[in-house]
């Protein structure tokens, strides 16, 4: 009898006990991804952002998937805290043809900045010491990428970029070599 009564008081545990857990687990936080990273991550812009250092051409080496790919800007200071911003998205080959717009930027703050065709806030969370690699990137994780003043070459600078993304809660897994 003091068997059987051992034998169903460790039951009754191991029973409780996985129950436990269970239920433990259901209430894990849910991982918030929005886009291509966990909006529950932390974000921050980098504190060596300058605009006049950041000025210039920048080709996109690798993003995440969009409708049409951006290929590359030029950001051209203006006046006070403001710049101009051209692109180029789509396929830079005469078959397919690409897109060239341009739009104003204001800066919100250090390393981010806002474009008037969008209500995005874009932060530049990384850049190297001597600007030529950098990763922009938004809060919500819709929209990131790794630029250059180069379209080759730089392959540490690369490799630190993609690290910067995913330390800020991008899946880098979905990152697209531009090519």
């Given at each position: 009898m003091?068997l059987?009564?051992?034998?169903?008081s460790v039951?009754r545990r191991?029973?409780?006990?996985?129950?436990?857990?269970?239920?433990?687990?259901c209430t894990?936080?849910?991982?918030?991804?929005?886009?291509?990273r966990?909006?529950?991550?932390?974000?921050?812009?980098?504190?060596?952002?300058?605009l006049?250092?950041?000025?210039?051409?920048?080709?996109v080496?690798?993003?995440?998937t969009?409708?049409?790919?951006?290929?590359?800007?030029?950001i051209?200071?203006?006046?006070?805290?403001t710049f101009?911003?051209?692109?180029?998205?789509?396929?830079?080959?005469?078959?397919s043809?690409?897109?060239?717009s341009?739009?104003l930027?204001t800066m919100?703050?250090?390393?981010?900045?806002?474009?008037?065709?969008?209500?995005?806030a874009?932060?530049?969370?990384?850049v190297?010491?001597g600007?030529?690699?950098?990763?922009?990137?938004?809060p919500?994780?819709?929209f990131?990428?790794?630029?250059?003043?180069?379209?080759?070459?730089?392959?540490?600078?690369?490799?630190a970029a993609r690290?910067i993304?995913?330390?800020n809660?991008?899946?880098?897994?979905?990152?697209r070599?531009?090519?």
């Amino acid at each position: 009898m003091i068997l059987d009564g051992g034998i169903t008081s460790v039951l009754r545990r191991f029973i409780s006990g996985a129950v436990l857990v269970i239920l433990v687990g259901c209430t894990a936080p849910v991982q918030q991804v929005n886009g291509y990273r966990d909006t529950n991550a932390l974000i921050g812009a980098t504190s060596r952002f300058d605009l006049e250092s950041f000025a210039g051409t920048w080709t996109v080496r690798e993003y995440f998937t969009t409708e049409r790919a951006l290929t590359g800007f030029t950001i051209i200071p203006g006046a006070g805290d403001t710049f101009t911003w051209t692109q180029t998205s789509g396929q830079s080959s005469v078959t397919s043809g690409s897109d060239q717009s341009a739009t104003l930027g204001t800066m919100i703050g250090q390393g981010r900045f806002t474009l008037d065709w969008d209500d995005h806030a874009y932060w530049v969370l990384w850049v190297d010491e001597g600007f030529r690699t950098a990763v922009i990137g938004t809060p919500n994780g819709r929209f990131g990428f790794i630029a250059d003043r180069s379209p080759k070459g730089g392959a540490d600078r690369i490799r630190a970029a993609r690290e910067i993304l995913d330390f800020n809660g991008y899946d880098v897994s979905q990152l697209r070599v531009l090519k």
